[in-house]
């Protein structure tokens, strides 16, 4: 609901943190009664997750292929190539720490950028069963693991946030391990599958799920990219294990999260989680983001659509059907080799031949965005450090010279070589650029830029240079 009315739920984007709750929640559940049982094997789990998540992400990731081809110009279905690789790999997440923020407003025109999550989901699935196999093997409490984890990750994520980059820390696996946590400890505590009744228990599983609405309608601690602090999304991912610990039995379970119309969008939901994003990423891209009510309406019908049909011709017949273990090597393959394409893709910057040849010389644009914006020299990535900076990049004006600074973020970073190109030599062309960084003295939305911010004031105070900062 979110992504296609973000101004009916403000804070829908939080839905990504409960969700992380609950899939720690139900993840560490299974694991533990098979550890108990003692039938619990590695090998067992890795295939259920691969008959779980890969049937209906190789339809997504090949839908979003075929779509792009018809409607993606060349260095953006570059970029859909490269992250269809990211997706197929789990490493999204990752791509999109280099590549964005969540919150910019290019993000709807990238169709996979929700996979980011289901990186993260699967990265946690590499290592929490190992920790659960040896804390079964030695004999050591779990609860003390998973608030130690806990501990770590929400105090990296704040001081990650706060002093590094929000950007990181949004999308990388160890900030955001503290949300699944949450889930494993209700497992952990000896709450999960009890069932309670009563007043007090129905009292506080209202409470937290009065708690949740009121997050996602009123979010209150909105930071001005949009995104909201670690100690505000406390809030509602406690709420969210507290009512898992709560709810069984009681009236608020019963009344709205036992419903058919719920438990039906609960089978539906991984399907309709992949479908949903891409379809409103390709609208926005055929209408210049600009699509109606109605258009958005329609996409998320078609989505729930597409989930139903998604769930039960794909999804259904492969992990319940007969001999379901036939299919873990035709998926792991399948995943490679659209991986594999998506490779071939971004190297061949997005097969520029599929457009007419009347049209190509306008739309191709054959460009070194690494030497035009003089990368890693005088224009950094967010997480560099500002004594990267070359020295060409701020040399002090020469007695009569005259000279142009460029300061600012990464439009600016593109102003270069026009610059350049036009006034050179007559004019010399300086640069000190950050991707995000925006040219606000100490109040930069990333608090590493504020560092990169103060070099190009020093540069230009000892030009004596009268300073005009913008950005594009």
């Avoid at 709807?108 to 079964?136: C, D, I, N």
């Avoid at 990181?168 to 069932?195: K, Q, S």
């Avoid at 540069?459 to 240079?465: D, E, H, K, N, Y």
């Amino acid at each position: 609901m979110f992504h296609a009315f973000p101004n009916l739920l403000p804070g829908g984007f939080l839905g990504v943190d409960i969700f992380f709750v609950i899939s720690g929640y139900l993840i560490t559940g299974l694991i533990q009664d098979a550890i108990a049982a003692g039938i619990f094997r590695v090998t067992a789990f890795y295939a259920r997750r691969i008959r779980r998540i890969v049937p209906a992400l190789l339809l997504v990731l090949t839908a979003s292929f075929v779509a792009g081809w018809f409607m993606l110009l060349p260095l953006e279905y570059r970029l859909l190539g490269a992250n269809i690789t990211g997706g197929a790999l789990f490493f999204a997440n990752v791509q999109f720490v280099l590549q964005s923020v969540y919150f910019d407003r290019f993000a709807q025109t990238k169709p996979l950028l929700h996979l980011w999550s289901l990186s993260v989901e699967e990265q946690f699935y590499l290592v929490w069963p190992f920790v659960m196999m040896w804390a079964a093997a030695v004999r050591a409490r779990m609860v003390p693991i998973i608030l130690g984890i806990a501990v770590a990750s929400f105090a990296a994520d704040v001081v990650i946030v706060d002093f590094y980059s929000p950007n990181a820390a949004f999308y990388l696996p160890f900030t955001r391990f503290w949300e699944l946590m949450l889930g494993a400890a209700v497992c952990a505590l000896g709450t999960r599958a009890t069932r309670r009744t009563g007043r007090t228990a129905s009292t506080l599983a209202a409470g937290c799920l009065v708690i949740i609405v009121a997050s996602v309608a009123v979010p209150i601690a909105l930071q001005p990219d949009g995104s909201s602090p670690p100690w505000w999304n406390l809030l509602p991912t406690l709420a969210t294990a507290g009512l898992m610990a709560t709810a069984a039995g009681t009236w608020p379970a019963r009344a709205l999260l036992g419903v058919k119309p719920m438990v039906w969008l609960g089978k539906i939901s991984y399907p309709l989680y992949l479908w949903h994003w891409p379809l409103l990423s390709f609208l926005a891209i055929g209408t210049f983001g600009e699509s109606s009510v109605a258009a958005r309406i329609a996409a998320v019908a078609a989505a729930l659509a597409l989930a139903q049909v998604t769930y039960v011709f794909v999804e259904r017949p492969i992990r319940f059907g007969a001999h379901p273990e036939r299919w873990v090597p035709r998926l792991a393959a399948a995943l490679l080799a659209v991986a594999a394409v998506g490779s071939i893709d971004n190297r061949a910057v997005g097969f520029p031949a599929r457009i007419p040849q009347p049209l190509r010389r306008y739309v191709v644009v054959n460009e070194d965005y690494k030497a035009e914006t003089r990368a890693l020299t005088c224009s950094l990535p967010e997480l560099v450090p500002a004594s990267a900076y070359a020295a060409e990049c701020y040399r002090p004006r020469r007695s009569g010279e005259r000279s142009i600074f460029v300061w600012g973020d990464s439009f600016a970073a593109r102003l270069y070589t026009g610059l350049a190109t036009t006034y050179e030599p007559a004019v010399n062309v300086r640069q000190m650029t950050r991707d995000q960084g925006v040219p606000l003295l100490g109040r930069s939305l990333f608090p590493t830029c504020n560092d990169s911010n103060a070099r190009p004031t020093s540069a230009i105070s000892r030009s004596r240079l009268r300073s005009t900062s913008c950005r594009s």
